[in-house]
């Protein structure tokens, strides 16, 4: 099992330009994640999906879009790029309906310049 | 609203010696769960261990424990006999399982150094 996976690991973006960040994970886990890490700020929480076709806000929504099309699959997207958006992005999974541990994916570092 | 609280932010122990983290959580909720998360340098999070709020008994693994107490809202951490590989920011996180969605509030982290 590859367990959670992000793609890229790394990306610079110009203010304003988009992107879209990959999260796959393998272990049929029926909720995932999307958390921003920043220095000194722990992780936050930005969206989540607790099945397939639904999402949810989390602590830090905004300027970010996310879509649950497939279960095995969660993306964030970033529709006009800040610098205040300049963070690493960690995705996570879990089985669901009861609360078990998070799996996390490696993270991806974006640098919005 | 959930949050937990991790006062420490950086602690330096010469190898060898224990060292204790810090946890303190706020909830409403009656269920809830708390966990540990290790990130070490190369930058991955590491789960460590899950409690649940019915049980407040103390968990030991190797050379790390738990003390869970609910009266004082607390889910401290110890490394005992603390090595080089420990060095790694450590995080306390909290789930009120009511929500349903699972998601963790995470403290701000405690950076440990272990210096050899």
Redo the contacts between chains.
């Keep these: 099992n590859a367990g959670v996976t992000q793609t890229p690991k790394f990306r610079v973006l110009k203010t304003g330009q988009s992107m879209t960040l990959l999260c796959a994970q393998d272990m049929n886990h029926e ?1 995932m ?1 999307w ?1 921003r890490q920043d220095p ?6 930005i969206h ?1 999906s ?1 099945g397939e076709g639904t999402t ?1 806000k ?1 602590e830090v929504p905004d300027g970010y879009n996310v879509s649950r099309l497939k279960k095995q699959n969660f993306l964030l997207g970033l529709e006009s790029a800040a610098p205040s958006q300049t963070s ?1 992005y ?1 995705c ?1 999974s ?1 089985y ?1 309906r ?7 994916g ?2 991806t570092r974006l640098t919005v310049t | 609203a959930q949050k937990v609280t991790q006062a420490q932010t950086e602690i330096s122990v010469v190898e060898k010696e224990d060292v204790t983290l810090d946890c303190v959580y706020e909830t409403r909720d009656t269920t809830y769960y708390l966990f540990w998360y290790k990130q070490p340098p190369s930058g991955e999070l590491v789960f460590l261990i899950r409690r649940n709020s019915f049980d407040e008994q103390n968990e030991i693994s190797g050379r790390y424990s738990w003390n869970f107490q609910k009266s004082t809202s607390s889910f401290n951490f110890t490394i005992t006999a603390s090595q080089v590989v420990d060095s790694a920011v450590y995080f306390c996180a909290l789930s009120e399982a009511t929500e349903g969605n699972n998601r963790l509030a995470f403290g701000k982290g405690n950076q440990v150094v272990v210096i050899p």
């Design positions: 909720y994640y958390y000194g700020m722990g992780l936050r929480l989540y607790v949810a989390g690493v960690f996570a879990s669901g009861e609360v078990y541990e998070q799996y996390f490696p993270g």
